[in-house]
């Protein structure tokens, strides 16, 4: 599903975030990206979605090549991903529906068909019932959770998420953990973002370390 | 398709409602600059109106400073009359000619009280056939009136006209020239204000790109709210050019005017008000186009 080649990406001339980085992730798999702060986490998943380009290397996604893909052809590359963003990027204006219900506008859904779904994607996050609320009368795990239906409400293959337990509790990020796993078992690919160690000691997937932006470790454990 | 032309729509609506002063000072400069271009296209369209008007009238008026003998009169006369060009000559007396000049004073005829009542001179009015109402040719007919008319004062409206002609075609090229500077300021002021609803929006349009919209999609309610914005523009430009034209023009006209009912000012014709309008809206699809073709790339 995920292919990187040789993947190297410098933004200015004499550092490197990512260095000449290549794996593999297959079609639904749950996947953990870890590495200390700077470590090229947030580098790997912005070139999955094409909002950065590498500087050397290829990457597939679907089997299709989106090293040198169009500017056009970047929003129907992006329909197959959700992206949960370590900010979230809610619109803050915007009531908790019209945040979700965003995703598929902007993918030219028919209003019927995105008010269904919506709906759905809610109450997959216990959120149906703060429909009218702004995101900023709620909490930060239910900020996150509208995020992830944001992400989700469009059916995506695959599921990436930058740090999404950052600034939650425990309590509060084994709730979240629980729907990323939810999607997963429906056949969506995830690709978790973390530098938090204890998360997946909890919830023990795959493992990838970055350090420095080279894979220091990809550990699979046996229970999987 | 339909639905998404009324999500466009909503979500223009939505745009302007959330930015209301810079909504309004696009339409409000858009309206400003449509309304200087129609009222400078009134004044010369007016003008020009003027002159055909006035060179309509050119007549050649003969006057008599010395009072000839009837029978030379008479012999004049028929040989203007058998002239090609000439429809019709009438004598003024200077009785008639005083007569005249009284009703043309109206209220201030008073001032004329114990003048005498031949003091103006007589004069043939020589009325010509339409074809020949034109400057062209004109000489050749002064030139033979000279020798019919030997001694007296000769006068028709060339001069002047003329002069006042080119007069015209310097007004009609100013205008087209600040026409163009105007409306090229507006294009400039609406693409830098739907620019700044761009800037206050980026974090939505942003997502909008992340979420996987396509670059028409994110672009096309901006345009419609340009060519909405305009719309609004081009028709408070009508409504403020037909409060200038009764409330300005036409006043200005009437009381400068000897004779008022004789002149009725053009206001712009049907067609003319649909471009105005339509005007807008291109003023507006333009200015957001231009400020389009820099959206911050995701
Ligand atoms: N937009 C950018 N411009 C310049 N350098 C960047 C940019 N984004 C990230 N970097 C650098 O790339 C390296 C990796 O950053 P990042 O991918 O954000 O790591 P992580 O998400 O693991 O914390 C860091 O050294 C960071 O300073
Ligand atoms: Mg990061």
Known sequence: MIQLFNVTKSYRKDSVAL????????????VYVAGASGAGKTTLLRMLYAAEKPSRGQILIDGQNITRIGRQKIPYLRRKIGVVFQDYKLLNSRSVYENVAFALEAQGKKRYEVSKKVYQALK?????HRLNRTPLELSGGEQQRIAIARALV?????????????????AVATEIMGLF???NARGTTVVLATHDPGLYKRFPRRLISLDGGQVVSDYRPDTV | MLDKMRYFIMRALRNMRQWPFLCAASVLTMAVALTMVATFFLVVVNVEQ???????????????????????LTQMVSSIREMAEVAQVIHVTPAEAMAQFRQRLGENAALLQGVD???????????????????DGMDQL?????????GHDIHYGQDWLERFESFVSVLRLTGLALGGFLLFAALFIVSNTIRLTFYARRDELEIMALVGATERFIKTPFLLEGALQGLFGGLLALLALTLIFKGILVEIVHSLWVTPAAFSLLFLNGHQQLILVFGGVLLGVFGSLTSLKKLIQI
């Open chain 2, 142 to 150: 002064l030139a033979r009136l000279k020798t019919v008319a030997a």
């Open chain 1, 124 to 128: 997959e996050v216990g959120l149906e």
């Open chain 1, 181 to 183: 796993r939810r999607a």
């Open chain 1, 154 to 170: 469009v059916d995506p293959l695959i599921l990436l998420a930058d740090e999404p337990s950052g600034n939650l509790d425990q």
């Open chain 2, 117 to 135: 009542n031949d003091i103006l001179p007589g004069s043939l009015e020589i009325a010509l056939h339409a074809q020949y109402q034109q400057r």
């Open chain 1, 19 to 30: 260095k000449d980085l290549s794996l593999e992730i297959g079609k639904g798999e749950f």
């Open chain 2, 50 to 72: 003027l002159t055909q008007r006035w060179s309509k009238d050119l007549q050649v008026v003969v006057y008599l400073d010395r009072a000839p003998a009837p029978s030379a």
